[in-house]
T-cell receptor
Framework: DPKIIQKPKYLVAVTGSEKILICEQYLGHNAMYWYRQSAKKPLEFMFSYSYQKLMDNQTASSRFQPQSSKKNHLDLQITALKPDDSATYFC?????????????FGSGTRLLVI | QQKVQQSPESLTVSEGAMASLNCTFSDGTSDNFRWYRQHSGKGLEVLVSIFSDGEKEEGRFTAHLNRASLHVSLHIREPQPSDSAVYLCAMSRGTGGYKVVFGSGTRLLVSP
């Protein structure tokens, strides 16, 4: 059974629309993260949360808003979608926010904005 | 911000031959280094975590870290076709809510 569930697996959206990417982890971890992987670019850190609090935000645009309704959930809301937002978005979690904790990654949501 | 450079961009090896992947980083401020594997269309799988200079082995995967030369490598012993994937090195500093910086990856193809 997957320990981190990301939904949907694939998503096609129209420019200007809004979408929410879902992430739930069943590992009992206290820290969760979002990363983005665009074509030809390294995996890029977006957000980190620890105990449902935002710890770090490296996303320049306020169009990306993480939402944590429960400790094991970290959804990503993206508003006013642009074609440049097309990428695979990975959710990850770790036991805590310490650098010695290994990440577990979800299998990603592949977003295409047309 | 820490920069991470991986080489080669792609590598083809025969089944059973050693595969060696390299990663250089821009400064010595990172504490923690990891190698991940990503099969096509899948999430990332951690292979080896290394926190001090020297060598760390996990099964067929061995990481070597040399902070003085800003270099970390991964050696895969007896690679199999199922090891064909993109390999990513990653590093971070030991602060709360830490941010991991990834390299752009090495695409490994293991031919039977």
């Amino acid at each position: 059974d997957p320990k981190i569930i990301q939904k949907p697996k694939y998503l096609v959206a129209v420019t200007g629309s809004e979408k929410i990417l879902i992430c739930e982890q069943y590992l009992g971890h206290n820290a969760m993260y979002w990363y983005r992987q665009s074509a030809k670019k390294p995996l890029e850190f977006m957000f980190s949360y620890s105990y449902q609090k935002l710890m770090d935000n490296q996303t320049a645009s306020s169009r990306f808003q993480p939402q944590s309704s429960k400790k094991n959930h970290l959804d990503l809301q993206i508003t006013a979608l642009k074609p440049d937002d097309s990428a695979t978005y990975f959710c990850a979690s770790s036991q805590d926010g310490g650098a010695n904790s290994d990440y577990t990654f979800g299998s990603g949501t592949r977003l295409l904005v047309i | 911000q820490q920069k991470v450079q991986q080489s080669p961009e792609s590598l083809t090896v025969s089944e059973g031959a050693m595969a060696s992947l390299n990663c250089t980083f821009s400064d010595g401020t990172s504490d923690n280094f990891r190698w991940y594997r990503q099969h096509s269309g899948k999430g990332l799988e951690v292979l080896v975590s290394i926190f001090s200079d020297g060598e760390k082995e996990e099964g067929r995967f061995t990481a070597h870290l040399n902070r003085a030369s800003l270099h970390v490598s991964l050696h895969i012993r007896e690679p199999q076709p199922s090891d064909s994937a993109v390999y990513l090195c990653a590093m971070s500093r030991g602060t709360g809510g830490y941010k991991v910086v990834f390299g752009s990856g090495t695409r490994l193809l293991v031919s039977p």
